[in-house]
């Protein structure tokens, strides 16, 4: 379950609210910069956002966890190699291009750390550099380098704001998310509305913190919150070339309890997480999948997600339909593929608290449908309205209004079994829209 | 490849086309009849279309393949039992309700073969059940054994297109097609336009023969038709509960050569194959992905299904966006998150001919961009018009304009390497409508 229940009149409400999160913690500033470029691939004028994440003084405390595909752009091969370096003091953040198998990417990238590194006092390398945006194109390295003075002169130690917005691609609102624990904090700035099933990770997700620990325990609490958070998230199930997740600890105050920061972390990762799939391309409806009852903990995740990328169900939850028939089909056909030696006599699925199938059976009535409906409406952020030119579906929302959720149960019948957590989202009008031409 | 290019001016034309594809094979006869029920878990009234497939005699000749799913529709569950009787005379299919995890669902199955078996003069399990629809819903039986008089008395030995096009839910239209072969000849009817990733099997595929082949080895051409055909395909991604693939065999004339029978059912199952995925719910493009170069045929399906099901890829080629970094995406995050030890080096990517991805490096530039956007226009089957609600996108297919694809070659670079064929569909806004309220 998420650690908030928020509920936002306005996109002025949320924006009140992100900055009573964005508060940076000691020995962090943040700058940022833009400037206009045309890709060579294509002859269209696009523009580009420059963030800068700075430290006071370089840390050697600082995690890092990079996408599993195959194809990894620039910025993760460069910090596969930072990952053992001995300190880190910036990271340097662009959008609108991921640098992913374009021709001298790696050089590029090296470039621009260094640029960052002569405006910051910084060794090339340590700078990370991480990027976002369309897959394919080359980094305008030299306008970047361009750039860069302008977000140093930019930056500034009160609030992480302007970062969680100029790393924005398709997001329709920046996600900002904290927690004060021991003397300290942990704020943490996320990106990433498509290509989203982390592992890990589909998006970039920037964590920092005043606390004072050591490196080693810090990549060990990393790797827990992100197994309970961006792990068990998926949009439409297309995990990024090009993502990352970065945590940088400032030691500016004394180290709170190892419990007591794990906690912390795991929160601010479960929000940014969940924010990361409210805030999904095209997202009417948060679904919050909760399976117990597996034979082990990755069965339980598997299953979720089975359900959760599933586009028949996803567009039957787009419509406020209870077409749970595709609920089961996709927990069958999961089952039935990976050959999973369950009783499916035994499974038990809920919906909205409500009992659906059990013994093998389905338990509906036109009474039952209607309080399914009802659930459905009440987790709905929006509904499409027909678009002025009748094909361009825009969401209407500036900021995330409620955080209610369709709430799924599966209990997959093992006793004594193990349990995950997944969230996922229908499938709309609006994702399409986005996606059938998201470069242009 | 498919064993056809063909092209349809109107619906007229290619219905004249299917009715030269749809003359049934010696010993077979079809009767259709349909009816309105109101299922009792929601109160809203229904039509329901039933199907007699009959034989002039029963056959120990015959085939099944079944689906995967671990949640199997009653159809199923009898179907595993018929598999291994001695003779089936007649297959009664039903759509709308597809009679899975519904109380009394085995013996609502039995009762309708039971029925059509006294109508037929046939054993109750010369009969087989066969349903697709709606999951969950229980079967209108008592309706269904009324009906079936009627179906029978319109048994004709003429043509398979009324059955073709009874069993139709959301298919916009029939598919059949056929082999001669030797003296006589394969006709094929096949259903399904969601739900469609069979694993065996996501739709309903009958196919008539009157070749003397026996029992062996019709099950051993039809598993191997199958390998090249149905399991290659995808719509999106999920494997139905409830289908089959039913092969039988009148005998009424001579068995051909072994390989041109194999050669003809794999023919006939390849082309309905594709004509699922080309008359999938709201495909405006068919994407054929011939994958080589991999380490086994599984694997080489397992690359071409994840680019097929990647919604990115769908939803940009749904807009004529070559967006290949997307396809460069699906390909690195499937490789990636399985762990296949392959150099991504020396994998070479193609589209409509022109070279994508080589030596790990896009190949793009604008004059490039333009030709591979002129492809898959020529691939369009249509394009979206703006809903006269907004919001209610349909399709204006009556028939498949042209037999097109968008030609995408994925060479994974082990020397000496397997080969498959995958045939996939882009994502629309016709899907989601379809899909956001089916069953209303």
Not at 13 to 32: I, K, N, S
Not at 141 to 160: E, F, I, K, T
Not at 375 to 391: F, M
């Amino acid at each position: 379950m998420p650690s908030t229940s928020l509920a936002f009149a306005s996109a002025e409400a949320h924006r009140a609210w992100l900055e009573t999160q964005a508060a940076l913690p000691a020995g962090f500033r943040v700058g940022t910069a833009s400037f206009a470029f045309t890709p060579v691939e294509v002859s269209k004028p696009s523009k580009m956002n420059l963030t800068l994440l700075a430290l006071d003084r370089p840390t050697d405390a600082f995690a890092l966890a990079l996408t599993t595909n195959a194809f990894p752009g620039a910025p993760i091969l460069v910090a596969r190699q930072r990952r053992e370096g001995a300190r880190l003091g910036a990271v340097v953040v662009n959008n609108k291009v991921s640098n992913v198998c374009a021709p001298g990417g790696v050089e590029a990238a090296e470039r621009v750390c260094a640029a960052a590194g002569r405006a910051l006092g910084l060794a090339p390398d340590e700078v990370l550099p991480a990027s976002t945006g369309v897959i394919g194109w080359r980094l305008p390295d030299a306008a970047m380098v361009q750039a860069l003075p302008g977000a140093a002169a930019a930056l500034q130690p009160r609030s992480v704001l302007p970062a969680a917005e100029a790393i924005m691609t398709t997001d329709l609102y920046p996600k900002v998310r904290r927690a004060e624990v021991g003397g300290g904090a942990i704020v943490g700035i996320a990106k990433g509305a498509g290509m989203i099933e982390p592992n890990l990770a589909t998006m970039l997700v920037f964590l920092l913190t005043d606390l004072d620990v050591a490196r080693d325990e810090l990549r060990a609490a990393l790797d827990e919150a992100i197994e309970g958070s961006f792990h068990g998230i998926t949009v439409d199930s297309d995990t990024s070339t090009s993502d990352m997740v970065v945590l940088l600890a400032s030691r500016a105050r004394p180290a709170p309890a190892r419990a007591a920061f794990r906690d912390a972390l795991r929160r601010v990762c479960r929000d940014l997480a969940e924010d990361l799939v409210r805030n999904g391309e095209g997202v009417h409806h948060v679904l919050r999948l909760q399976v117990s009852g597996a034979p082990d903990r990755a069965v339980a995740r598997a299953v979720g997600k089975a359900v959760a990328n599933s586009p028949l169900f996803q567009c039957a939850v787009n419509g406020n339909d209870p077409n749970v028939g595709r609920l089961l089909c996709a927990i069958g056909k999961h089952v039935g593929a990976a050959g999973l030696p369950l009783d499916m006599s035994r499974v038990r699925i809920r919906m909205g608290g409500e009992l659906l199938l059990e013994g093998g059976l389905m338990q509906l009535d036109p009474a039952k449908e209607e309080r399914l409906v009802r659930h459905l409406r009440a987790a709905e952020l929006y509904a499409s309205a027909p678009p002025a030119d009748g094909l361009t579906f825009r969401p209407p929302l500036r900021h995330p209004p409620h955080e209610r959720s369709v709430e799924l149960e599966v209990d997959l019948g093992v006793p004594g079994g193990h349990a995950a957590e997944v969230l996922g989202a229908d499938r709309s009008h609006e994702y399409i829209t986005e996606n059938a031409d998201y470069r242009s």
